[in-house]
């Protein structure tokens, strides 16, 4: 396995609460079914490679989560914060150094993941793999700059370049 925690964010499956962007094509219940599966496909893909902790909102004890628990082995983990950035801050204050991505990002690869705990051990402070709109799907830390986590315009197409600068 790989040096690092790898931490997985992932919302509850309450219909109507997730994938709602979704909801008009596939109906409350084919996005909360098709959220089910993207966290599960994350958590087959990594759990076995890397030391996965599932960070859970709005708590770990959905039966859900429960059961990937059993399923995958992964801790379980509260998200703790008023919005994104300060979930996330919590998170990876928690452990160094950590990698950070969502449940629903099924292009991300494993080698990925290990080059950015590989840049990490090379004595970068911060490592990010861009998004498509313009945002991440990854972030990692050797320890927590807060200041990355406050005052962004989280989703939004500027999250990933306010990062950088």
Do not use: N
């Not at 997730?18 to 008009?24: A, F, H, Q």
């Amino acid at each position: 396995m790989t040096k690092g925690i790898l931490q997985i964010f992932a919302k509850a499956p309450k219909q109507g609460q997730v994938k709602t962007r979704l909801i008009p094509k596939l109906g409350e219940k084919g996005a909360t079914d098709l959220h089910k599966q993207l966290v599960k496909h994350c958590l087959q893909q990594f759990s076995g490679l890397f030391s996965v902790q599932l960070w859970c909102a709005p708590d770990e004890y959905h039966p859900f989560f429960q059961a990937c628990q059993t399923e995958f082995g992964v801790s379980l983990h509260r998200q703790q914060g008023a919005d994104l950035g300060e979930r996330m801050a919590y998170a990876l204050a928690s452990a160094a150094p950590a990698v950070l991505i969502g449940s629903d990002c099924p292009s991300l690869k494993a080698e990925s993941i290990r080059e950015a705990f590989v840049a990490l051990q090379q004595a970068y402070a911060v490592v990010l793999a861009p998004a498509e709109d313009g945002g991440y799907v990854l972030i990692g830390m050797q320890q927590v700059r807060p200041e990355l986590f406050t005052d962004m315009p989280w989703g939004t197409s500027q999250v990933l370049t306010e990062t950088r600068a």
